[in-house]
């Protein structure tokens, strides 16, 4: 599978350390790398990263190109999408977290790969698929997004939740790390509790999974609220759910959540007592953790579970781009 990287930004780079990380990832090309900012603060910022530690080997920029390990990858510094060398690329990783108009991904398509897939919520795109919540609706699309990091986590458990037993309403709150979006100090951006310093306060907030949950799952459309809680946490979030089921799960509480898990190829589980860096690097969408669930009868369910919002996402990304690039194997 031949891949471009549009944005090496956080998802960006940590798409490639997965790539380059993992021997299952060794038949992907990275043909390009894209960003405009100056290529010397690329290298650093993929050598030395805050929450997953150095990386492993020597990283340095040339004049075009991105250095990791003796490995050289092609890398350019192009303001416009449509002037990109993407010529028999597969698939367009586009990570820019700015694309988010059909036109964006469109000039991606002109400057040559076959499929352009957006790391974040795009409405205009063809389609937004979650891997284990509506894996279905891919199709033919050509330009497809993959959602927030949120709706990954919390559209596949509440597919496990409504195939299993059926979703009367439900609530969600998400416990998330501050992210890029926030200041660092007071500063003017938007909402007012959005413009305060997001390491020393929880900030009550809103998600983009209340949203895209009716568009991923229409079955659950109007069911499902959601709200978020931005804490000063450098990485991995929580999603905190409560349910009201059409259908009794029987039994223990904790049983009913790992069954959820098991009927699911992007959910996990943890058994033991951990906190939120403990979840860091976990590739799944969410981490259930049965010890947290709890019952009011056999028709209301607590779920509560971790996800590491920057690299379980990452790593939906190339499962979605392997996807994708399949449609064109024999082609």
């Not at 033919?140 to 979703?167: M, Y």
């Not at 009201?244 to 029987?250: A, H």
């Amino acid at each position: 599978m031949r891949i471009a990287i549009n944005g090496f930004g956080r998802i960006g780079r940590t798409i490639l350390r997965q790539i380059l990380s993992d021997p299952a990832h060794a038949d992907i090309e990275v043909v390009l790398l894209n960003d405009i900012a100056p290529r010397a603060d690329c290298a650093y910022l993929f050598q030395y990263d805050s929450v997953y530690g150095p990386y492993p080997a020597p990283v340095r920029a040339t004049g075009d190109a991105l250095e990791v390990g003796g490995r050289s990858i092609a890398f350019s510094s192009e303001a416009a999408p449509a002037r990109l060398a993407l010529d028999k690329v597969d698939v367009l990783l586009d990570c820019t977290g700015m694309e988010g108009t059909r036109a964006a991904a469109e000039a991606g398509r002109a400057a040559g790969a076959r499929d352009v897939l957006i790391s974040g919520p795009c409405l205009e795109a063809e389609c937004t698929v979650v891997l284990g919540a509506n894996d279905a609706t891919l199709g033919d699309a050509r330009i497809v997004s993959n959602a927030s990091c949120t709706t990954n986590a919390l559209a596949p458990l509440l597919k496990a939740l409504d195939d299993a037993h059926g979703v009367v309403s439900g609530h969600m709150t998400t416990v998330h790390c501050y992210t890029g979006s926030q200041p660092s100090v007071d500063k003017p951006r938007g909402p007012f509790e959005r413009s305060r310093a997001a390491a020393v306060s929880m900030v009550p907030t809103t998600t983009s999974a209340a949203k895209l949950i009716d568009h991923v799952l229409p079955g659950l459309a109007g069911r499902v609220t959601g709200a978020a809680v931005r804490v000063p946490s450098l990485s991995v979030s929580a999603v905190d759910l409560v349910v009201q089921l059409d259908r009794p799960f029987g039994g223990d509480a904790a049983d009913a959540v790992r069954a959820l898990a098991e009927a699911s190829p992007v959910l996990g589980v943890s058994e033991d007592p951990c906190v939120s860096v403990d979840m860091r690097a976990r590739p799944e969408s969410l981490v259930l953790v049965p010890r947290e669930a709890m019952a009011v009868g056999e028709r209301q369910l607590r779920v509560f579970g971790w996800y590491d919002n920057e690299w379980g996402f990452s790593a939906r990304m190339l499962d979605m781009a392997r996807r994708m690039a399949a449609r064109h194997e024999g082609a």
